[in-house]
């Protein structure tokens, strides 16, 4: 099955840097890449996701990178602000149904 | 965007009680739905994929007869957590997949404490 790695576990910057965040995956077969934000004590919510047959997607700060040939898709993040400090998951899957996470990766954006 | 309502947000209840939360699509039909568990600090890992008008499909490892999953409406599905114990403790979150099958919508999630 589908095993999704994401690096770096926890990330802290500074207010107006760029945040950068990596997710692996092992089943040539994914073909749908999400990325979800998550506040404490709060269900995901989606903010950017990207379909193998696209290599780059961007919406305002945030944009999304695929290699499909790598197995590997990025999320960056610009001008980062206090209120992008959250948990950030990739997930992958095949079609859209069944998705599986990578391990989150903890933002802290400091003033 | 779509709104996925999950209810209750907390509950706490004894070891041996059943627990019963809900998920509902609030502006928009989904056949499908899908349980998570997720662990403090840790990712989402699901358990079940629920249809409407037919059998959850459990993913390995989870146990059918403790997470009753019920999908009756296009708009409501709800799992139960049967004689719960204290390692149930656990945030469970639920999911809709919109009308299109494209884009699933998470609900708040609910997190249980079983004494």
């Known amino acids: 099955g589908e095993n999704v790695e994401q690096h770096p576990s926890t990330l802290s910057v500074q207010e107006g840097d760029s945040a950068v965040i990596k997710c692996t995956y092992s089943?040539?077969?994914?073909?749908?890449f999400p990325w979800y934000k998550q506040e404490l004590g709060k269900g995901p919510q989606l903010i950017i996701d990207i379909r193998s047959n696209v290599g780059e997607k961007k919406d305002q700060r945030i944009a999304v990178t695929l290699n499909k040939t790598a197995k590997h898709f990025s999320l960056h993040i610009t001008e980062t602000q206090p209120e992008d400090s959250a948990v950030y998951f990739c997930?992958?899957?095949?079609?859209?149904?069944?998705?599986?996470f990578g391990t989150g990766t903890r933002l802290l954006v400091s003033p | 965007g779509a709104v996925v309502s999950q209810h209750p947000s907390w509950v706490i209840c004894k070891s041996g009680t059943s627990v019963k939360i809900e998920c509902r699509s609030l502006d928009f039909q989904a056949t499908t739905m899908f349980w998570y568990r997720q662990f403090p600090k840790q990712s989402l890992m699901l358990m079940a994929t629920s249809n409407e008008g037919s059998k959850a499909t459990y993913e390995q490892g989870v146990e059918k007869d403790k997470f009753l999953i019920n999908h009756a409406s296009l708009t409501l599905s709800t799992l139960t957590v049967t004689s719960a114990h204290p390692e149930d403790s656990s945030f469970y979150i639920c999911?809709?997949?919109?009308?299109?099958?494209?884009?699933?919508?998470f609900g708040a999630g609910t997190r249980l404490s079983v004494l």
């Open positions: 999911s809709a997949l919109d009308r299109a099958g494209n884009i699933q919508y």
């Open positions: 089943d040539s077969a994914s073909n749908y």
């Open positions: 997930a992958a899957s095949e079609g859209f149904q069944k998705l599986v």
